[in-house]
Nanobody
Framework: EVQLQASGGGLVQSGGSLRLSCAASGFTFHDYAIAWFRQAPGKERVAVSC????????YYADSVKGRFTISSENPKNTVFLQMNNLKPEDTAVYSC???????????????????????WGQGTQVTVSS
């Protein structure tokens, strides 16, 4: 059974940092794409970043480029989202999602679509105070 466990959220002041973790289990940790999405109160869920293991591509939403970094640690089957210079508008519930069997990677025009992912973890709350 594929499972994704997100953790690492919390309360931080504007300009601070947090590192989110998405621990994956139940599948072989290759040829996958794992993405982070976030949903603020009253707003739609939006993609933040994605790591595509087969082709090594990494994608970021424009709003987080230069501040967030996605990475993976294969021995631990974990994908991280390092978030620096956090802003109040980054406040949201962050969830990780996965799609498997992508031998050619996830296309650039697809990574941000939540329908592209088959598996979802529970969210972790990130709150940035001003």
């Amino acid at each position: 059974e594929v499972q994704l466990q997100a953790s690492g959220g919390g309360l931080v002041q504007s300009g601070g940092s947090l590192r989110l973790s998405c621990a994956a289990s139940g599948f072989t940790f290759h040829d996958y794409a794992i993405a982070w999405f976030r949903q603020a109160p009253g707003k739609e869920r939006v993609a933040v970043s994605c790591l595509s293991s087969a082709d090594g591509n990494i994608y970021y939403a424009d709003s987080v480029k230069g501040r967030f970094t996605i990475s993976s640690e294969n021995p631990k089957n974990t994908v991280f989202l390092q978030m620096n210079n956090l802003k109040p508008e980054d406040t949201a519930v962050y969830s990780c999602a996965a799609v498997l069997g992508l031998h050619s990677g996830i296309p650039a025009n697809v990574w941000w679509r939540f329908h592209a992912y088959d598996y979802w973890g529970q969210g972790t709350q990130v709150t940035v105070s001003s």
